[in-house]
């Protein structure tokens, strides 16, 4: 893992490009030349990215798409682009602030100051793949070469050389040199290995790289290859349509080794910087969740025929006349049985990576998340320790309104900083426990739920704030060893630290029968809790943080597993007074943090406020109902059963979004996206004080221009 100083994430290279690229040429019609403020945009590869150039060569229908329906939902006529619509380069080019990019064999266009699409349908790294049909890429490097040419005869060396230098160059390459044999019905890489086959294309990949280099290119956005294997043209053709395991295998080589040589000229090639962009993963969470992500059918094509409507005859140009055609594209993922709609073009280009998902090679204008504390947080660390279903929320109906599988997310879909994360334009922050995240750069989330500031809160079944500070400490080690001291400074300090913890060190109390707080008085142990968060703040600003976003703890007095725990069902008054106390000596800690150390600044949401009001007047929050617990059993659903987690029966309301709490201690998604709008931006009555998170997020310096900003 490792970034680059000025590189831009994939689907942030075009929100970015004004920070990322200085001035470039833009050729006037007429004699007479200036200089704007944009960034060139070229296009090499395949279907993926092709608008177009496939409608003027020598080829068949099997490599166009330039008739009905392509284009559908947006073009009219199609213009050649394998989709309903825009393709990923179209959005990017939109954020950009550049106009659509020309095809280049397209006679009708001359003027390519703000860049080039050279890709052609069905290209491939490899000449040899479907090789008098497509346009390859090593001829694509040519006619660059030939427009580089062309610039220099009329802009001069100087224009040209800064042109060239500051564009971004975008890829998407190597599928079709593994599809092209399976269509021939082939062995897909015979006589050769795996690893010499996949070394053959990365190396064709390679030289193209280099030789964009050599002209002074160094901005290079590249998208892995999707997983081929299972695409509705593969799946069609095969008996049972079943997904094709050696094509799997191979893809997944591929885009490893294809990691592995980007990081090697990143070391090799002065200057040379890249954004990879995990297309792989992308596209196989919306095939196996397509209702995550807004679709209806993720396996299946809208236009074609045949199984899965696999058979490439969108169009019935392409050998077999007869198609289908579905009623709403939107609802698909694949528009036809290779390429996706414009939807998900879209997706992709707006959101760089899902959860897990790997974007390398860039240090981003972007600004990390790191996340602790307890359940009002985690999004799943509780599934890799030795604990018990109490603390673990990786079951149905957990996650029933959004993730399928559940996450262990203690609510029915998304929590706070999943919301807070999509505000701030970044992917769902990965959980630090879970094996397959390796990938940090945009934050980690330790937070267990359970958790409490004590060690010995909850102790053995929860990662307690000190261990996941120490994470942290691993994580920074890390960084320093991968990205060296200098991005590692920046990105901790630029970083903002969400904190929810306290509540437990409470909450354990009672529900181990005990005073909350003896042999202690309130003040002294509200004091310690208190205390133990300022020494976890305290050390992050020691590593550089600066930036700390925390919330009040909720009124836990009157939460269902309380009042159900009660003889008459009441409010426990005990805790209601400690808990506010907490919140008033949080508040002032933080005051006196902002004056003692340099540059502290902070985030206070005062969550007790916002959830009493939903818990007394649910009606004027869109709510139905704000005392009882959607899932669990037993007075107000207070019994903590959801999901059978303690061996015994439960109920699940009907309607999930009527309810405050999701089950005896949780909110429900539509209450944590309501407490993330305020938390993020304020609200009208200011309940985050005394920056909102956007401010932090979007401000960098001094606490005093931040306070100027947030004004």
């Not at 166009?64 to 009219?76: C, D, K, L, T, V």
Request: hydrophobic share 35%; aromatic share 12%.
């Amino acid at each position: 893992m490792h970034l680059s100083q000025m590189a831009v994430s994939y689907v942030k290279l075009g929100l970015s490009l004004a920070v990322f690229v200085s001035c470039l040429l833009m050729i006037p019609s007429g004699s007479e030349g200036h200089f704007n403020k944009h960034s060139a945009l070229f296009v090499f590869g395949d279907s993926l990215l092709d608008s177009g150039n496939n409608n003027y060569i020598n080829t068949t229908t099997d490599f166009q798409a330039n008739f009905w329906p392509y284009g559908i939902s947006y073009f009219n006529p199609p213009t050649g682009r394998f989709s309903d619509g825009r393709l990923i380069h179209d959005f990017i080019a939109e954020y950009a602030g550049l106009p659509l990019i020309p095809t280049y064999l397209d006679p009708r266009n001359t003027e390519f100051v703000y860049g080039a699409n050279f890709a052609s349908g069905g290209a491939g790294a490899l000449v040899e793949s479907h090789a008098g049909f497509v346009v390859n890429l090593k001829t694509q490097l040519k006619y660059f070469g030939d427009l580089e040419k062309h610039f220099r005869q009329n802009l001069g060396d100087a224009k040209t050389d800064q042109l060239v230098s500051d564009a971004v160059y975008m890829f998407s390459c190597g599928g079709n040199d593994y599809l092209s044999p399976v269509g021939n019905n082939e062995s897909i890489l015979y006589p050769y290995t795996h690893q010499d086959y996949v070394d053959m294309v990365i190396g064709n990949l390679t030289h193209v790289f280099k030789g964009i280099y050599e002209k002074g290119g160094r901005k290079f956005a590249i998208l892995e290859v999707p997983p081929l294997a299972c695409l509705p043209n593969v799946r069609a053709g095969r008996p049972g349509n079943t997904c094709n395991q050696e094509l799997d295998i191979i893809t997944s080589l591929h885009n490893h080794q294809l990691s592995k040589q980007l990081q090697k000229l990143e070391k090799q090639l002065k200057g040379f910087m890249y954004a990879k962009y995990d297309l792989s993963t992308a596209v196989t969470n919306r095939m196996k969740n397509p209702s995550r992500y807004g679709f209806k059918n993720g396996d299946k094509a809208c236009c074609g025929s045949g199984p899965l409507r696999g058979i490439y005859s969108c169009g019935g140009k392409r050998g077999v006349q007869k198609f289908e055609l579905c009623d709403d594209v939107d609802d698909y993922l694949f528009f036809d049985s290779f390429h996706p709609n414009e939807v998900a073009s879209r997706q992709y280009a707006d959101h760089y990576s899902i959860s897990g998902s790997s974007s390398e090679g860039h240090f981003v204008e972007h600004v990390a998340l790191f996340i602790f504390g307890d359940s009002l947080l985690d999004s799943g660390n509780n599934n890799y320790i030795n604990t018990t279903p109490k603390f673990q929320g990786n079951f149905w109906p957990y996650g029933i309104s959004y993730f399928d599988p559940p996450t262990g997310r203690f609510s029915d879909g998304r929590i706070i900083p999943d919301f807070i994360a999509e505000y701030a334009g970044l992917p769902l922050i990965p959980t630090y426990l879970d094996p397959q995240n390796t990938e940090f750069v945009y934050g980690a989330n330790f937070a267990s739920g359970g958790a409490g500031v004590f060690a010995e809160t909850d102790a053995g079944f929860v990662v307690d704030l000190r261990t996941q500070l120490k994470y942290l400490d691993d994580l920074e080690k890390q960084f320093r060893q991968n990205l060296g001291d200098s991005k590692t400074d920046q990105l901790l300090s630029d970083a903002v630290y969400l904190f929810s913890c306290g509540g437990n060190d409470y909450f354990s109390q009672v529900s181990n029968n005990g005073s909350i707080v003896y042999p202690y008085t309130h003040q002294e142990y509200v004091g310690m809790v208190v205390g133990n968060l300022t020494h976890v703040f305290k050390k992050i600003h020691e590593k550089g943080g600066r930036k700390i976003g925390i919330n009040t703890l909720p009124p836990l007095g009157c939460w269902p597993s309380i009042r159900a725990g009660r003889p008459d069902n009441t409010c426990n008054y005990e805790i209601d007074v400690i808990t506010s106390l907490h919140n008033r000596k949080l508040s002032e800690k933080l005051q006196q943090l902002e004056k003692q150390l340099d540059g502290f600044m902070y985030s206070l949401f005062d969550l007790n406020t916002e959830a009493r009001k939903r818990m007394k007047n649910p009606s004027k929050y869109g709510l139905k109902i704000g005392d009882t617990a959607c899932c669990g059993s037993g007075p107000f659903g207070g019994i903590d059963s959801c999901g059978g987690k303690m061996g015994t029966e439960f109920d699940l309301c009907d309607n999930i979004s009527d309810y405050f709490f999701f089950d005896s201690n949780h909110n429900t998604e539509v209450v944590y996206r309501q407490f993330a709008e305020l938390y993020w931006n304020g609200g009208e009555s200011n309940v985050t004080a005394p920056y909102d998170l956007k401010t932090l997020f979007r401000g960098r310096g001094s606490p005093a221009a931040l306070r100027k900003e947030a004004m």
